[in-house]
């Protein structure tokens, strides 16, 4: 899981605006994930990537956005129709014939 | 959809202790089962798996059952340290399709020394 990055850490956004969180990776894999975490709560899946060029709604997609350019990278966009974005954001990332997916070290996102 | 479910959502132990905790899934398709362990603010740890054509995996301290017919599996972690409290997770996913993750809603473990 050291091989998966995220940045920022840390991000405040004001209501009203669009922020990216990047998610990078040198481990080669194929398949990318990104999940929102509530505090006390599990993980849900926003968005999915499988190959690149491709990628897949999750179970809380509204309000989101993706793009899958290059196999290392895999951003996601809170947008302002995201009524509720304040979480911690994980971004994970899957080899193509392993079950383990790795994940990156979060961004924190809050509304001011 | 999948749906995990996990029992407790708080554990507390006395240190040395054993702690088991269980979760059931809905669909019979799934067939891999990850646990992973959270610590505050910090990103989830795998800790072990088992896939669906074994019934039990032990690694040290820690183990992990699945009963496939009654779709539940659990985590045993025995002589409890403090270093074990965290934020439990277990997880299904299958091999094919999307291959993402459901996570259950997590148990606080608490480890009294």
């Known amino acids: 899981d050291g091989g998966i990055t995220q940045s920022p850490k840390y991000l405040f956004r004001k209501e009203g605006q669009n922020v990216t969180l990047s998610c990078e990776q040198n481990?080669?894999?194929?398949?990318m994930y990104w999940y929102r975490q509530d505090p006390g709560q599990g993980l849900r899946l926003i968005y999915y990537?499988?190959?690149?060029?491709?990628?897949q709604k999750g179970d809380i997609a509204e309000g989101y956005s993706v793009s899958r350019e290059k196999k290392e990278s895999f951003p996601l966009t809170v947008t302002s129709a995201q009524k509720n974005p304040t979480a911690f954001y994980l971004c994970?990332?899957?080899?193509?014939?392993?079950?383990?997916?790795?994940f990156g070290p979060g961004t924190r996102l809050t509304v001011l | 959809g999948e749906n995990v479910e996990q029992h407790p959502s708080t554990l507390s132990v006395q240190e040395g202790d054993s702690a088991v905790i269980k979760c059931t899934y809905s669909d019979s398709a799934s067939n891999y089962f990850p646990w992973y362990k959270q610590e505050l603010g910090k990103r989830p740890q795998l800790i072990i798996d088992i896939r669906s054509n074994v019934g039990e995996k032990k690694d040290q301290r820690i183990a992990v059952t699945l009963n496939k017919t009654a779709k539940h599996f659990s985590l045993h972690i025995t002589e409890t340290q403090p270093e074990d409290s965290a934020v439990y997770f277990c997880a299904a996913s299958m091999d094919t399709g999307r291959r993402a993750l459901t996570f259950g809603s997590g148990t606080r473990l608490q480890v009294q020394p």
């Open positions: 990537s499988q190959i690149v060029n491709d990628f």
């Open positions: 481990l080669n894999h194929d398949a």
């Open positions: 994970a990332s899957l080899a193509g014939a392993a079950d383990t997916q790795y």
